[in-house]
């Protein structure tokens, strides 16, 4: 069969008056496709020219570019011809129903040991201490040696806890390595900080201890701080945490880091139908460890003792989120379920 400059006549007027029937923009696509697509009629009919008589080729050639260019023209016309009266259809016609209740989005929020993280954070801030960070795999020369327990010191046994597969390396037991850190950063500057984190022990998991939890740890060192300033500084926490009524109660214990060492217990509203389960009876709840920092934890953080001196505190934030929310399992706060964390 040969093709003819005559075929490409027919072709075009063809297509064209297709182009015309299309009522909307699918039609206007599939005619696109159906001429031009990689096996459209357009391209067939380029393809043809190979079958023109010799002396026709010319011609047919360049009307074939021709019809090719005019229909690519009218289509791309049509168009936008149609999405302009489209476009122009949907604005005039389609309302937006502001009476629709909207989708509320949903937010997640902060876990909550983050949240008392931040009200601690604030709290001692107004009191002047600084947030400093310290690593959780420590060294067990700063978890225990430089805090005042040799190698074979009992004390560690308090302090069971995991062992990296380098010798030496562990997971802290508690955030007080952190005072090492920052006095050897601040020496011989005052320090006022707060050390927050993550800690780990080797524990029996109950409902009131887990292998991993979260601590504060407090420290100020500078000349002439006493006791007296410790006290004041828990007292005025307890107050701005619990309630402005509160009253703090100091009992003897034993730190290797700190001499003397205390506990901090904190007197429990007696209105509160809780008070008696939450303090076993007493009407006290402990808070907290702390004491004096002890004269050899200073020198190892570079300070002279006989020049100043410090006190310390280490607090489970995870407790106080406990009592405050009367939650009855510390296994909760890492339990990773919805509808335990979704309720603060
Ligand atoms: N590090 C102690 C603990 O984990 C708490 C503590 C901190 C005690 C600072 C005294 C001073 O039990």
Redo the contacts with the bound molecule.
Sequence with gaps: MTTTVTDLAALESRAAGELAACADEPALRAWNTRYFGKTGEMAAALKAVGSVEPAQRKAYGQEANRVKEALTAAYDAALAARQEADLLKSLAEDKLDVTLPGRSPQPGRLHLVTQTLREIYAIFADLGFQVFRSREVESDELNFGQLNMPPHHPARDMWDTFHTTTPGVLLR????PGQIHVMRQACPDPVRAILPGMCYRFEQITTRSEMQFV?V?GLAVGPGITMTDLKGTIQAFARRLFGQERQIRIRSSY?P??EP?IEVDVDWPADDPNRDRLTKGTGWLEIM???MVHPTVLRNGGYDPAKVSGF???MGPQRIAMLRHAIDDIRLFWGNDLRFLSQF
Excluded: C, K, L
Excluded at 173 to 176: A, F, P, R
């Design positions: 037991t508690h955030t007080s601590q740890e730190f880091f700190t060492s460890g702390a004491g310390a505190f280490g």
